[in-house]
């Protein structure tokens, strides 16, 4: 992989959370090839789905998906597999992200 990006939660939901409540956190792009695609996933779930991207991210920017709570999963505890595909064709995935919790976490290409 071209090098490293970062994970971070930006909002973390205070006190009981709701159906309503959405978990929000960033994907820095620190590498020097755009991320083309992007899926998230409840770990227990078989499907990526559909990429959440709806254009590429920049080497030197971010984006910040943003997941729905719901009684399926929820925070505390809530485990997302993450999915970043960049343009050169290199795939990095994530497993069992706890989103509720991740702060400015170092992820590293393998």
Known sequence: MAGDFFI??????RGPA???DYVVFKIWND??????????????????GVNDLQGAVQPGH?????LAQNSY??????LHDVKLVFGNGDVKVLSKVDVCQYDNADVNRT
């Open 8 to 13: 971070s939660a930006l909002c973390r939901v």
């Open 18 to 20: 709701t159906a309503a």
């Open 31 to 48: 590498t020097k090839v755009p991320i083309t695609a992007l899926y998230d996933k409840d770990f227990r779930q078989g499907n990526w």
């Open 62 to 66: 971010y984006f910040y998906p943003r």
């Open 73 to 78: 999963g929820h925070c505390p505890g809530m």
